[in-house]
């Protein structure tokens, strides 16, 4: 169950980074719906590459890397059919639809503004859809071909977004909210801290506990 503790409108966009710092985050509820959750985020300024991230990288080394911006001109319903038979099978039929996939990449129903797409030769394997504004990125709602033969896709779009978000010198990357034991898999970068009790903290230990009990 996705969890939060207050739920706000803000549609100036230049007025969004500060809300995120305050632990909110962008929804697909709708356009500048935000919802204050336990937020992860990392410091770009404290990134940098661990043994574990490098052997990920490697292993999908022949993955390329896109971005576009929302909403997306050259649309291909090959899109919310990945992102809806991925939800369906990750995490059961009512979550995510093909049709507010859709509305969120080709229609413009929320605020998010870019898509990241991941390809092999010519085959889209993986989206993400992102908020990026001044100096911070939200990696938001990925999705990929899950009879991709590689099992840490996954896990390298999000490496490979962090590296994005460096090189392009912004400041930090938000990964979402930790609510359960199944963000646990989020917790393998430098620079990581997380938003509790209205401070951001980086003892990942006690976030860890915390998602085990």
Known sequence: MYQFEEEIVETDNSKIPKFYSKGFLLTRKGVGVMQKVRSLRVDLSQFSLTSENRR?????????????????DDYNWKIHKMGADFYRQRFGDKVMSANKIKDMVKEKKTSFNKLMVFSKKSQDLGYAICFEYGEILHYAYPFYDLSYTSKTLGIFMMTRAIIYAQDESLKYVYLGSVNSKEALYKLQFRGLSFFEKDSWKSDLEDLKRMLRD
């Open 56 to 72: 990920v990288l490697r292993k999908n080394e022949d993955v390329s890397f896109s971005i576009y911006n929302l909403p997306l």
